[in-house]
């Protein structure tokens, strides 16, 4: 079951990408639920950080992970609980205190900017807001 979802999303992301080539020429290259995914921003992502690890090319994995984003995003935000600025802050701040003097050092060999790292976390705190929506721990306090 979990197979055939991730087999129809992959699809769906690959049909949307398929798509969305005819607005390259007006700077939109991609369009999730009415958000778009401009060209320069495509282009800059791709120049910086390169392929995640996947069987497609440099060009297509970019863009399915700027798509899964955007969805993972809109869906915390649909269901309620999207990161806050606080939340992604605290985890910030919590990675720089752990790396210390070597927080900017990590960045650089990550090719990444603070606003990439503050972005990346803000995914990742929407995927579990949304995991852990209806989650009680009996015993804990709130």
Do not use: W
């Not at 992959?10 to 999730?32: D, H, N, Q, T």
């Not at 809109?74 to 205190?97: C, I, L, N, S, Y």
Request: charged share 25%; hydrophobic share 45%.
């Amino acid at each position: 079951m979990h197979k055939t979802i991730i087999k129809i999303l992959a699809l769906f992301i690959l049909g949307l990408f398929a798509l969305s080539v005819s607005g390259c020429s007006r700077g939109v290259i991609a369009r999730v639920n009415g958000e778009k995914i401009l060209k320069n921003e495509f282009y800059e992502k791709l120049e910086r950080f390169g392929a995640p690890q996947a069987p497609l090319n440099a060009g297509q994995a970019m863009m399915v992970k700027m798509i899964q984003d955007k969805l993972i995003l809109q869906f915390a935000a649909e269901k309620g609980v999207p990161a806050t600025d606080q939340q992604v802050d605290a985890r910030f701040d919590r990675m720089r205190k752990q790396a210390g003097a070597n927080f900017q050092a990590q960045l650089q060999q990550q090719s990444m900017t603070p606003e990439d790292l503050k972005e990346a976390l803000r995914v990742a705190q929407a995927q579990i807001n949304v995991r852990t929506k209806d989650v009680q721990v009996s015993g804990m306090k709130r």
